[in-house]
C-alpha cells in the first residue's frame, strides 16, 4: 500500500540551495568542443612553430578524476538540463536568439536569456541597434553578452562599439565582456586577431566613463591581470567579475590563489559563479565543488558567490543566507 502523500511530501529530499551560472552558451549539438577534457590541468604545453596544435587550448594530456565527457549525441541539452534541476541551477545562456530560445523551450524557469552584437567593420549599425532594442524590450532578452571584442583585438572602449553600450545603458540592460583569458596559444594557433592586451581590465575606464551607470560584468574575472582588476573594482562600484572558464581550465591551486586575492581585497560581493558550459554536463558539478570545498571562504560567503551577488547584478531575487 502506498504511502499517504504527507509522507511522501516528507520523504522527498530537499532541493539544494539555488544557484545561478552567469556564464553559460547555447552550444549546438554539433559543437568541435566535445572530446573528454581532465579539467584544472597542471601544464599547458610548449610548442614549435611545425608541431601540430596539441591537446585542447594546450592542455597536457592527463590522467584525472573527474574526467568530463560530452553527453551522446543529440542528448546534450536534455542532460544539461537534467543537470540544472538535479543542482539547483539558474543560467544566463548566450548565443543567436534562436538557439536561446530553444534552450528556454527546454527549461522555460531556468534560462535567463542573453545575446549579443555583431562589429564587424561592415555592420549596418542603425539596423543592429534596432534589433538589440527589439530583443531587450519586447524579446525578453536580459543580458547584453558575450562580448568578445578582445578577439577581434578591441578595447571594450573603442569609440566603434560605443553606441551599443549606450543602448545597454539607456535600457538599463548589464554588459558581460569577455576580458583575460583565452587558452593556450590562442593568438598563433587559433585566432590571429585575438590580443592578450585587450584583456585588461583598465581598458574599461574610458567606457565607464562615459556610461557611469553600466553595469558590467568582467568575463573570467579578466584573469591573469589580478592587479589591474583590483584597481578597477575600487574605482568603479557597478562593476562585478564571473570566474567561469578560468574555474576548471587553470591549476587548481592558481585558480583558488586568484578568487581568494578578489575575495582578501574585500571584494568578495562582485564574484558571480559561472562555468562558461559549451559542452560537458559534468563541469557543472565539478566547477560548483570548487566553490564548496574553497576553504579560504566562509560559509556565507559561498553562497554569496554561487547565488547572492549574481541575484543582486541581475536584479532576480532576493539574498539566500546560509
Avoid at 265 to 272: E, I, K, N
Avoid at 294 to 307: F, G, H, N
Amino acid at each position: 500500500m502506498a504511502a499517504p502523500l504527507a509522507a511522501q511530501e516528507e520523504s522527498r529530499p530537499e532541493a539544494p540551495p539555488p544557484i545561478i551560472d552567469v556564464h553559460f552558451h547555447a552550444t549546438l549539438e554539433s559543437s568541435s568542443l566535445g572530446d573528454p577534457i581532465c579539467p584544472n590541468p597542471q601544464q599547458f604545453l610548449a610548442l614549435d612553430p611545425s608541431d601540430a596544435p596539441g591537446g585542447f587550448f594546450g592542455w597536457s594530456q592527463e590522467d584525472c578524476s573527474p574526467r568530463l565527457y560530452p553527453a551522446p549525441p543529440g542528448e546534450y541539452l536534455s542532460t544539461l538540463v537534467a543537470e540544472m534541476e538535479r543542482l539547483n541551477v539558474t543560467a544566463v545562456v548566450f548565443g543567436d536568439p534562436e538557439s536561446v530560445h530553444a534552450y528556454q523551450q527546454a527549461a522555460p524557469d531556468r534560462m535567463i536569456a542573453g545575446t549579443t552584437f555583431a562589429s564587424e567593420p561592415d555592420t549596418d549599425k542603425a539596423a543592429e541597434l534596432r534589433r538589440l532594442e527589439d530583443l531587450f524590450t519586447d524579446g525578453g532578452f536580459k543580458v547584453m553578452g558575450e562580448i568578445g571584442l578582445q578577439y577581434q583585438g578591441l578595447s571594450p572602449s573603442d569609440p566603434s562599439v560605443d553606441e551599443y553600450f549606450a543602448l545597454a545603458e539607456r535600457l538599463d540592460i548589464p554588459v558581460a565582456i569577455h576580458m583575460g583569458t583565452g587558452g593556450s596559444g590562442r593568438a598563433n594557433v587559433l585566432m590571429p586577431t585575438f590580443r592578450a592586451s585587450m584583456g585588461d581590465p583598465l581598458l574599461l575606464e574610458d567606457l565607464l566613463a562615459r556610461h557611469p551607470k553600466l553595469r558590467v560584468q568582467i568575463m573570467h574575472a579578466g584573469y591573469p591581470m589580478i592587479d589591474n582588476l583590483l584597481t578597477l573594482l575600487q574605482a568603479n562600484a557597478y562593476v562585478h567579475v564571473d570566474i567561469a572558464g578560468l574555474i576548471w581550465s587553470y591549476p587548481i591551486e592558481e585558480v583558488n590563489r586568484y578568487i581568494e586575492r578578489i575575495v582578501d581585497a574585500g571584494f568578495g560581493d562582485r564574484v558571480m559563479f559561472g562555468t562558461d558550459q559549451v559542452a560537458w554536463p559534468g563541469l557543472m558539478a565539478h566547477s560548483i565543488s570548487i566553490i564548496q570545498n574553497a576553504e579560504y571562504l566562509s560559509p556565507q560567503q559561498k553562497r554569496d558567490i554561487l547565488y547572492n551577488n549574481a541575484a543582486r547584478f541581475l536584479r532576480i531575487g532576493s539574498k539566500v543566507d546560509n
